[in-house]
């Protein structure tokens, strides 16, 4: 009994490590800024800031020579929702799934990264479309025509939304809740 139990965590513990926060850069945010992979003993929430800080850091960072003038614009607005959002610190919760999967809007009406931003620019109609068809998808693996006007002039490109996208963790006990403060 013992033995399985101890084959079980192990198994556990290499599916934690396998899963990363971000399908492109991984955990790259979090070893970057702690010189290490995250491990079970990590607060979720410092992976998640984390890995907005790199994004918003690399994304800021990048020319955006072939914008126009009014994408220069919304891409600015866009990227200091993301900002507002990382520093705001109060991410969803995945209660339906054991993996990491990304969240779009929780039951508590908490938004990801990328419905933050189409809320603090009113796209409620985009918001409420994605929420009851992909809630638990990966932004390319929704209805991208709801999303593509929207991006025409967002300043942001899909691969952009996608590397903001993270994942969180599943139904399981963790050592640190994600939102200790959230009600």
């Known amino acids: ?55 918003y850091d690399s994304l800021s960072n990048l020319k955006s020579e072939d914008l126009n003038k009014l994408q220069l614009t919304n891409r600015t607005k866009h990227l200091n929702s993301l900002k507002k959002y990382m520093t705001r610190g109060i991410f969803p919760l995945n209660n339906l799934y054991f993996d990491r999967v990304p969240v779009f809007v929780d039951e508590l009406n908490t938004h990801c990264a990328v419905a933050y931003i189409l809320k603090e620019d009113n796209q409620f109609e985009i918001i409420n479309n994605l929420q009851q068809n992909y809630n638990y998808n990966y932004v390319e693996d929704m209805n991208l025509d709801t999303l593509s006007f929207w991006l025409q002039n967002s300043g942001l490109s899909l691969d952009e939304l996608i590397l903001i996208q993270p994942t969180y963790f599943g139904r399981r006990p963790r050592l640190y809740p994600l939102n200790q403060n959230q009600k």
């Open 1 to 55: 009994m013992i033995r399985q139990l101890t084959i079980s965590l192990l198994i556990v513990s290499v599916c934690f490590s396998m899963q990363s926060i971000n399908k492109i850069i991984g955990n790259k945010g979090f070893e970057i800024k702690y010189g290490r992979s995250p491990n079970e003993y990590d607060n979720q929430k410092d992976e998640i800031i984390s890995h907005f800080e790199f994004v």
